[in-house]
């Protein structure tokens, strides 16, 4: 198994997604040089609007093996769920349905929605990181933190701090792409 699957999709971790993205944009210009295009922003802008929906089911994915569950939920929560494999028998938020919904359905809608117009090249990239990074800081509130991690600075998880570089960046390659349509 080690052979066939990559490393970020055999990751322990919650935070796989991070990794999968820094990976796939370092792979993404050694894909764009033999075309002679150079332009690795055009492909990830073709890519994003799809990306959503490889979240979604990895969402799903999760809430069916009962892993990555909320933080504890007010029992007269009407969804709130016991996840067996969290070792306790306390009403949890199914984090898993709000991150399908928010940085799967959600953005998908947002992107394709986005996308169905000319843009400027790296516009919808940075939307998708802004998007994505946004979605996640809010569903990492209902998410139980890494247990060897907790929560860090301010209050925060690991899966937040991660999320503002990102948003930074989606911004900053929003902003860039449209200075240079201009």
């Known amino acids: ?7 970020y999709f055999q990751k322990a971790g919650k935070d796989a997604i991070f990794d999968f993205l820094v990976s796939g944009e370092k792979g993404n210009p050694l894909v764009c040089m033999p075309t002679g295009t150079g332009k690795s922003v055009v492909i990830a802008d073709f890519i994003a609007p799809c990306v959503p929906l490889g ?5 799903v994915g999760n809430f069916i093996n ?3 569950w ?7 929560l009407p969804w709130a769920m016991v996840f067996p494999s969290s070792g306790t028998l306390i009403p949890r938020h199914p984090s898993q349905a709000y991150q399908f919904l928010g ?11 986005y996308a ?3 843009r400027p090249v790296g516009a919808v990239s940075g ?8 979605a996640r800081f809010g569903a990492e509130y209902f998410r139980e933190p890494d247990a060897h991690l907790g929560l860090l600075t301010l ?3 690991m899966g937040q701090w991660l999320c503002v570089p990102m948003v930074a960046v989606g911004v900053a390659l929003w902003l860039w792409s449209h200075r240079r349509a201009v």
């Open 1 to 7: 198994m080690t052979k066939i699957v990559p490393h």
């Open 55 to 59: 979240l979604a089911s990895g969402r």
């Open 66 to 68: 009962g892993e990555l």
């Open 70 to 76: 909320g933080r504890e939920a007010d029992p007269s």
């Open 103 to 113: 940085e799967g359905v959600l953005l998908f809608v947002i992107l394709w929605l």
């Open 116 to 118: 169905r117009h000319p």
């Open 127 to 134: 939307v998708f990181m802004v998007g994505y990074g946004a």
């Open 155 to 157: 209050g925060l998880s």
